[in-house]
């Protein structure tokens, strides 16, 4: 384990070292052609405006262009590079190619359940109108017959899915933002090797980016050895590339096409509180049956033909899973993904929607809350309006710095009446909505940038499905721990760390 440590470090020192020899390669090159640096410089700025007029013209969020306007005018001469490598998350024409077949694909094996959206109109236009949008522009219809399971914690979340990893007889589907060798991963890679000697086809995709610490350079090497199938997401080098940004952000397991899971636990020891990182850690998931698990094997295998080039058989795939037992599910359960590669933010809309419907409660999970303008005034529209709306974030960060811009919202939140709660314990890496005993989300979806317009991403958006009260009820239990943000503790806040959160909320966007 500290050998990998070692040998992952290295790899972030090397890559660093990588991009300063390439900027210092940038400056050599002005001192070597200083005659013409006049020129050079022209170039250089020539491609700094260039890059503002792609960014004001194009149909990202307005606080992601603020910040990279802003960014590129402190720094001109370096800064419309710096935005072409690490800001656009735009596909060349070959990718573009790649993802319209896997999207072609996904609209073939599943189709619209026009039925299904007829019936919930009839009884709910408010829930008819959400899931059509999520069926028409994230490409996920509505299910019925598909009981949720809920695990408020990682630890029963993890019990779970070994169970249901071992019952495999067929196929094993694993997609994580981060894979890291310790308690968690051992376990179930042991299974994974036993699965695989008995026949079972295993594949593994996972983040490189997500993974740069907690893997090694070549583990996807050692898994194939394993007879596991892997493949690597959007593998990070130390080069110019236009796709820094676009990360694999998903949680996904599925076994047999009658089981999946979802939510924000990775598969690394921090998310089963087996090694203390933060403090105590807490994060919810979710393990649906029936016929929503169909949606996720298609939203795996999409991914798979993807980074694989290839082009999957779906319906060898598609197992019989009357086998489940689905009686006692009631409501409608609809998976759905957001990809950063389309215009689409499926992810940020299926919140809004819900905000914007909400007439009692609206309660939050979220890690980060690094939100645009959109955002604040439905939530703030909603509190001066009445309904109960409160967020859950964590007290001890991950990351400082986001952190700081997270309470930067607070006062303005605050001061509209939403009630927010720190989780005093530790860090809170939950992703959920609960609104009005109605309405739930369960996913991989952060409240911030990266996730709702850079990442590939995941969720379950329910009606009536039963979680909902279990959402609820976890919430309220857990605000128990928490310290609850008044107008009289944002008092205390100094001046310097006032200003501090006020630089970095501006550049909140690219972090």
């Known amino acids: 384990m500290k050998t990998f440590r070692?040998?992952?470090?290295?790899?972030?020192?090397?890559?660093?070292?990588?991009?300063?020899?390439?900027?210092?390669?940038?400056?050599?090159?002005?001192?070597?052609?200083?005659?013409?640096?006049?020129?050079?410089?022209?170039?250089?700025?020539a491609i700094s405006v260039f890059a503002v007029l792609w960014i004001i013209n194009n149909d990202s969020n307005p606080s992601y262009k603020i910040a990279w306007i802003l960014l590129i005018m402190l720094a001109p001469v370096f800064g419309g590079v710096f935005y072409l490598e690490f800001g656009n998350n735009r596909m060349g024409k070959k990718e573009k190619k790649s993802m319209r077949k896997i999207e072609e694909a996904t609209g073939e094996h599943l189709p619209q359940e026009p039925k299904i959206i007829d019936e919930l109109f009839n009884k709910h236009k408010v829930a008819a109108l959400q899931a059509k949008y999520i069926q028409d522009y994230g490409g996920y219809p509505p299910a019925r017959n598909s009981?949720?399971?809920?695990?408020?914690?990682?630890?029963?979340?993890?019990?779970?899915?070994?169970?249901?990893?071992?019952t495999a007889k067929h196929f094993i589907l694993l997609e994580y933002f981060i894979i890291d060798q310790g308690k968690m991963w051992d376990e179930i890679l042991d299974i994974l090797?036993?699965?695989?000697?008995?026949?079972?086809d295993v594949r593994v995709i996972y983040d490189d980016f997500g993974c740069m610490l907690t893997l090694p350079v070549h583990y996807k090497a050692e898994l194939e050895s394993f007879g596991i199938k892997c493949k690597i997401f959007n593998r990070?080098?130390?080069?110019?590339?236009?796709?820094y940004n676009t990360r694999d952000h998903r949680k996904i397991a599925v076994i047999d096409n009658t089981t999946a899971f979802t939510g924000g636990i990775n598969l690394a020891d921090e998310y089963i509180n087996a090694y203390v990182k933060y403090g105590h850690w807490k994060d919810v998931g979710i393990k649906v049956c029936g016929d929503a698990v169909w949606h996720f094997t298609v939203m795996f295998l999409s991914m798979w033909d993807y980074l694989a080039k290839s082009d999957t058989d779906y319906q060898a795939f598609r197992l019989d899973a009357s086998s489940v037992k689905t009686e006692d599910a009631t409501g409608i359960v609809q998976p759905f993904s957001d990809s950063s590669l389309d215009t689409e933010p499926v992810g940020q809309n299926v919140y809004l929607n819900l905000i914007s419907r909400a007439e009692d409660y609206i309660y939050i999970s979220t890690p980060y809350l690094v939100i645009d303008e959109g955002m604040i005034n439905a939530l703030t529209n909603a509190a001066k309006s009445g309904v109960d709306v409160r967020i859950m974030t964590p007290h001890i960060p991950d990351k400082w710095y986001v952190h700081a811009v997270t309470r930067s919202y607070y006062d303005k939140l605050v001061k509209s009446g939403v009630r927010i709660f720190e989780y005093t314990p530790g860090f809170m890496h939950s992703k959920s909505f609960v609104v009005d005993d109605i309405y739930g989300v369960i996913g991989t979806i952060n409240m911030d940038y990266r996730s709702l317009y850079l990442h590939f991403e995941c969720g379950v958006w329910s009606y009536k499905s039963g979680i909902e009260l279990e959402l609820k009820r976890d919430f309220l239990e857990t605000q128990d721990k928490c310290m609850e943000i008044t107008v009289e503790t944002l008092k205390q806040v100094g001046y310097p760390k006032a200003f501090l959160r006020m630089i970095l909320k501006v550049f909140a966007p690219l972090m």
Not at 149 to 166: A, C, D, N, R, V
Not at 193 to 200: D, F, P
């Open 147 to 166: 009981p949720i399971e809920y695990y408020p914690i990682g630890e029963q979340y993890f019990e779970s899915l070994k169970m249901e990893l071992i």
């Open 193 to 200: 090797k036993m699965k695989v000697v008995e026949g079972v």
């Open 236 to 243: 990070f080098t130390p080069v110019f590339s236009f796709l």
């Open 6 to 45: 070692i040998r992952n470090i290295n790899r972030i020192i090397a890559t660093g070292l990588a991009f300063i020899v390439q900027f210092v390669l940038y400056l050599g090159i002005l001192n070597i052609f200083n005659d013409y640096s006049n020129w050079f410089y022209g170039l250089s700025i």
